[in-house]
C-alpha cells in the first residue's frame, strides 16, 4: 500500500506565505510525475502545480510568480511554496503522485488534503 501525508496547511492572513509537504511511502517502484491540486468550497477540484521527473514543472495561471512546486526524490517528498497568499487561494490542497508499483505497474494516489485558509 503506498501513503501519501501531507502537512503545512494552516490559517494565514492575505500576503503571507505557507509550504506544503506530501511525502510518499509503501510499495513504490519509481515515482514519476508530482502534483498539487485543490479544491474550493463549491468549486471543481483544480490543478495548481505539478512537477515530472525530470523537474519540469507547469502551473495554473493564477498561482504562476507566486507558488513554486519541487520535489526532493531522495525523500519521495513534493512540496509546494506559496507566497503572497490571497483570500482566492482558500481551498484543501491534495497532493497527487503518479508511480509504478513493485511490480511496475503505472498507478497513482492521492493525499489526504491539508486546509489553507487565507484572511483578507
Known amino acids: 500500500q503506498v501513503q501519501l501525508v501531507e502537512s503545512g496547511g494552516g490559517l494565514v492572513q492575505a500576503g503571507g506565505s505557507l509550504r506544503l509537504s506530501c511525502a510518499a511511502s509503501?510499495?513504490?517502484?519509481?515515482?514519476?510525475?508530482m502534483g498539487w491540486y485543490r479544491q474550493a468550497p463549491g468549486k471543481q477540484r483544480e490543478l495548481v502545480a505539478q512537477?515530472?521527473?525530470?523537474?519540469?514543472?507547469n502551473y495554473a495561471d493564477s498561482v504562476k510568480g507566486r507558488f513554486t512546486i519541487s520535489r526532493d526524490n531522495a525523500k519521495n517528498t513534493v512540496y509546494l511554496q506559496m507566497n503572497s497568499l490571497k483570500p482566492e487561494d482558500t481551498a484543501i490542497y491534495y497532493c497527487?503522485?503518479?508511480?509504478?508499483?513493485?511490480?511496475?505497474?503505472?498507478?497513482?494516489?492521492w493525499g489526504q488534503g491539508t486546509q489553507v485558509t487565507v484572511s483578507s
Open positions: 512537477i515530472d521527473s525530470g523537474g519540469s514543472t
Open positions: 509503501g510499495s513504490i517502484r519509481r515515482i514519476n510525475a
Open positions: 497527487h503522485v503518479g508511480y509504478y508499483t513493485v511490480t511496475y505497474y503505472p498507478y497513482d494516489a
